[in-house]
Protein backbone atom coordinates (compact mmCIF):
# COMPACT_ATOMS: atom_id res chain seq x y z
CA UNK A 1 0.00 0.00 0.00
CA UNK A 2 1.34 3.58 -1.12
CA UNK A 3 0.81 6.57 1.52
CA UNK A 4 2.55 10.09 1.86
CA UNK A 5 4.43 11.18 4.43
CA UNK A 6 6.38 14.60 5.10
CA UNK A 7 7.47 14.21 9.28
CA UNK A 8 11.02 12.11 10.45
CA UNK A 9 8.98 10.59 13.01
CA UNK A 10 6.85 9.13 10.61
CA UNK A 11 9.32 7.41 8.42
CA UNK A 12 11.30 6.41 11.58
CA UNK A 13 7.77 4.32 13.03
CA UNK A 14 7.51 2.82 9.74
CA UNK A 15 11.21 1.65 9.33
CA UNK A 16 10.89 0.39 13.38
CA UNK A 17 7.29 -1.54 12.23
CA UNK A 18 7.91 -2.97 8.82
CA UNK A 19 10.27 -5.08 7.71
CA UNK A 20 10.45 -3.57 4.02
CA UNK A 21 9.85 -0.06 2.91
CA UNK A 22 10.26 1.51 0.13
CA UNK A 23 10.83 5.75 0.21
CA UNK A 24 10.00 7.19 -3.03
CA UNK A 25 11.16 11.09 -2.84
CA UNK A 26 9.53 13.60 -5.34
CA UNK A 27 9.49 16.64 -6.98
CA UNK A 28 6.68 17.99 -8.50
CA UNK A 29 8.51 19.61 -11.55
CA UNK A 30 10.37 16.48 -11.89
CA UNK A 31 8.96 15.09 -15.41
CA UNK A 32 10.90 11.47 -14.49
CA UNK A 33 9.35 11.40 -11.30
CA UNK A 34 5.74 11.47 -12.99
CA UNK A 35 6.55 8.79 -15.09
CA UNK A 36 8.07 6.44 -13.00
CA UNK A 37 6.28 6.79 -10.02
CA UNK A 38 2.68 4.93 -11.22
CA UNK A 39 5.58 2.45 -12.44
CA UNK A 40 7.10 1.66 -9.25
CA UNK A 41 3.83 2.16 -7.27
CA UNK A 42 2.59 -1.19 -9.45
CA UNK A 43 5.50 -2.93 -9.52
CA UNK A 44 5.47 -3.01 -5.54
CA UNK A 45 2.12 -3.95 -5.44
CA UNK A 46 2.08 -6.61 -7.74
CA UNK A 47 5.65 -7.85 -7.28
CA UNK A 48 5.99 -7.13 -3.45
CA UNK A 49 3.40 -7.48 -1.52
CA UNK A 50 4.83 -7.60 1.58
CA UNK A 51 6.85 -4.19 0.99
CA UNK A 52 5.50 -0.97 2.37
CA UNK A 53 5.67 1.67 -0.06
CA UNK A 54 6.02 5.74 1.03
CA UNK A 55 5.83 8.85 -0.98
CA UNK A 56 7.49 12.20 0.57
CA UNK A 57 6.91 14.96 -1.61
CA UNK A 58 10.47 16.94 -1.24
CA UNK A 59 9.35 20.80 -1.36
CA UNK A 60 7.04 20.05 1.92
CA UNK A 61 9.84 17.77 3.36
CA UNK A 62 13.19 19.24 3.66
CA UNK A 63 14.34 17.79 6.30
CA UNK A 64 13.83 14.54 5.44
CA UNK A 65 15.93 15.37 1.93
CA UNK A 66 18.44 16.25 3.89
CA UNK A 67 18.51 13.50 6.96
CA UNK A 68 18.45 10.63 3.65
CA UNK A 69 21.05 12.53 1.92
CA UNK A 70 18.58 12.97 -1.43
CA UNK A 71 19.88 15.60 -3.69
CA UNK A 72 18.34 14.06 -7.10
CA UNK A 73 14.66 12.95 -8.33
CA UNK A 74 13.70 11.01 -8.30
CA UNK A 75 15.78 8.97 -5.64
CA UNK A 76 14.14 5.79 -4.56
CA UNK A 77 15.53 3.92 -0.73
CA UNK A 78 14.47 0.55 0.13
CA UNK A 79 15.19 -0.41 3.72
CA UNK A 80 15.23 -3.77 4.92
CA UNK A 81 14.36 -4.42 8.64
CA UNK A 82 15.23 -0.35 9.24
CA UNK A 83 18.33 -0.56 7.25
CA UNK A 84 19.28 0.68 3.81
CA UNK A 85 20.28 -1.43 1.01
CA UNK A 86 18.82 -0.16 -2.35
CA UNK A 87 19.22 3.65 -3.77
CA UNK A 88 18.02 5.10 -7.01
CA UNK A 89 18.74 8.80 -7.99
CA UNK A 90 17.65 10.14 -11.12
CA UNK A 91 17.08 7.99 -14.35
CA UNK A 92 17.54 4.25 -14.31
CA UNK A 93 15.93 1.36 -15.79
CA UNK A 94 12.73 -0.31 -14.05
CA UNK A 95 13.58 -3.22 -15.08
CA UNK A 96 17.42 -2.86 -13.56
CA UNK A 97 15.42 -2.01 -10.03
CA UNK A 98 13.14 -4.72 -10.36
CA UNK A 99 16.22 -7.13 -10.78
CA UNK A 100 17.76 -5.79 -7.66
CA UNK A 101 14.88 -5.33 -5.40
CA UNK A 102 13.64 -8.92 -6.62
CA UNK A 103 16.63 -10.80 -5.57
CA UNK A 104 17.10 -8.49 -2.03
CA UNK A 105 13.25 -8.92 -1.61
CA UNK A 106 13.93 -12.88 -1.90
CA UNK A 107 16.67 -12.69 0.98
CA UNK A 108 14.47 -11.42 2.69
CA UNK A 109 11.41 -13.29 2.44
CA UNK A 110 11.79 -16.54 1.09
Known amino acids: MESEISHIEELQHLLD ?10 SDDCSVC ?6 VRDLVEISFPRMEQ ?19 FPTIIVFFEGRE ?7 FGILEFR ?3 NRLYHLMFL
Not at 17 to 26: G, N
Not at 34 to 39: E, F, L, V
Not at 85 to 91: E, W
Open 17 to 26: SKPAVLVFFY
Open 34 to 39: RAIKPR
Open 54 to 72: VNIHAERSPELMSRNLVFA
Open 85 to 91: YLRKAGT
Open 99 to 101: NEL
